[in-house]
């Protein structure tokens, strides 16, 4: 599966290892311009100096969890940078943390560990989004 375009990935997540596997499944996609973030508030600067189509981003991180950058993103005074697509990588896909998760503007989740494949199936999603009213009954997480 290849995505088509030019498309310009952000990956936050505080293991080293898993932003590299995580930028490794993008080049398999052909996106090649991905920048890492170590973590929640280096990604919050990332996202007000550069325009991304994407944001790949892990849920506990110890600076500024998942959370804690969904609100600042949401926010519509953070600017055009507000409406990024976000895909949520976590090990930990409670229902309870999938609920919050989408209440707080996650737009797909991908459980950790998930392949090429299912990263792109996640990249068509978010980048094609569906209308407000059939998201509720969308196939939000790709395991």
């Not at 926010?75 to 990588?89: C, E, N, Q, Y």
């Not at 999938?98 to 990249?123: C, N, S, Y």
């Amino acid at each position: 599966m290849q995505i088509p375009g030019k498309i310009k990935a952000l990956v936050v997540d505080d293991n080293a290892y898993a932003r590299a596997i995580a930028s490794l499944n993008f080049g398999k996609l052909g996106v090649t311009d991905v920048d890492e973030a170590m973590g929640g508030a280096e990604a919050i600067l990332a996202l007000l100096s550069k325009r991304y189509d994407v944001m790949l981003m892990d849920w506990y991180m110890p600076d500024v969890s998942g959370a804690g950058v969904l609100h600042v993103l949401r926010d519509t005074r953070f600017g055009p940078a507000s409406t990024t697509p976000v895909i949520l990588m976590t090990a930990y896909a409670s229902r309870e943390n999938i609920v919050r998760a989408r209440e707080i503007g996650v737009d797909a989740i991908l459980v950790k560990p998930f392949t090429a494949e299912q990263l792109g199936m996640a990249m068509n999603r978010v980048l094609t989004p569906i209308p407000r009213d059939d998201a509720e009954t969308a196939d939000e997480i790709f395991l």
